[in-house]
């Protein structure tokens, strides 16, 4: 903001600091009363000082707060103080007095384009193996009773256009997971020409790999980072964005259909309308209904246009 040509501030009216007693007491117990302390000579008043800062140090930090040049400010900060010190508890009501001079402003919002990569091979480390080729890797931790859920590309016979494992292996987090992968990449080869690809994201949520991370803020005010389960492209250069949950989460106020993070990709959808839709499936089984994976079609097809949730 541009610092206006005039600046004027009235010095806060002053609240008068309370003093401080200091009282001495003995121990005694007298006939007449039953207190054990009794007061020993007169009661003196301390003064107490006053915080102070000089006008320099004042402008410096109101300058800073507000984006501003500071000259101006103590400028007028020596008209009002002269070359006296500025008391800390006037800062505030001087900021505000800067504030209303400054005038109002308006916040507008702006979406730009911007391209997203899935992947990121910066974020993962480069390997030489012993025959000179080379390639990216990170590593994978996963419980031994779920090696079920890693998947290699020859686990999906039925994948003639070759979709997905943008990494390998896949590793899944749920049945569900890997349920609908399967069957959402088998339907789709039944229409290559509409789809680029499918890509299971869920498990790549580090920032420094992958540009698909979305915030969303809780109640405390803090940001966190959600990345979707699946990403469908389309050759018409839309993107499908899905959500596996399993259906006893449905009514969390975070995880759920109308939870905090289901509200920060509705909104991401609204603003790219036509380009962007969200799906959050839910299940209590270890497999997704087939109306899902239907949808799934429906929006490659175009007949699904803005699946926001289930």
């Not at 702006?110 to 030489?128: I, S």
């Not at 080869?189 to 680029?196: E, G, K, P, T």
């Not at 499908?240 to 920060?264: F, T």
């Amino acid at each position: 903001s541009a610092t206006p040509a005039t600046l004027t501030f009235l010095r806060p009216v002053a609240v008068a600091a309370s003093g401080l007693t200091r009282t001495v007491f003995d121990v005694g117990l007298s006939a007449a009363s039953r207190r054990v302390l009794r007061q020993v000579g007169d009661a003196l008043t301390l003064e107490v000082g006053v915080d102070t800062v000089n006008a320099y140090a004042s402008a410096t930090e109101l300058a800073a707060a507000y984006r501003l040049d500071p000259w101006p400010i103590l400028d007028a900060l020596r008209t009002a103080y002269g070359d006296g010190a500025i008391p800390v508890a006037d800062l505030e009501p001087l900021a505000r007095q800067l504030e209303e001079q400054l005038g109002s402003y308006d916040e507008v919002a702006h979406d730009e384009p911007a391209e997203l990569a899935v992947l990121k091979p910066e974020g993962f480390d480069e390997v030489t193996d012993a025959d000179g080729s080379r390639h990216r890797q990170a590593t994978i931790t996963y419980p031994a009773d779920r090696a079920g859920l890693i998947w290699p590309p020859e686990r999906i016979a039925e994948n003639a256009a070759g979709y997905g494992f943008h990494y390998v292996p896949y590793n899944f987090d749920s049945a569900p997971e890997s349920d609908f992968f399967e069957r959402v990449v088998r339907e789709l080869n039944l229409a290559r020409d509409q789809v680029r690809d499918v890509y299971f994201t869920g498990a790549i949520t580090d920032p420094r790999k992958t540009d698909l991370t979305f915030s969303y803020a809780t109640s405390d005010g803090r940001t966190h980072a959600y990345t979707p389960d699946f990403a469908i492209h389309t050759t018409d250069d839309r993107w499908l964005l899905v959500e596996i949950k399993m259906a006893a989460r449905r009514q969390d106020p975070i995880e759920g259909e109308n939870g905090i993070k289901a509200r920060a990709l509705q909104a991401l959808e609204a603003r790219n309308a036509g380009r962007i839709a969200y799906r959050m499936v839910f299940t209590a089984t270890d497999t997704v209904a087939r109306t899902d994976v239907a949808a799934v079609r429906d929006f490659v097809t175009g007949a699904l246009e803005s699946p926001a949730k289930q």
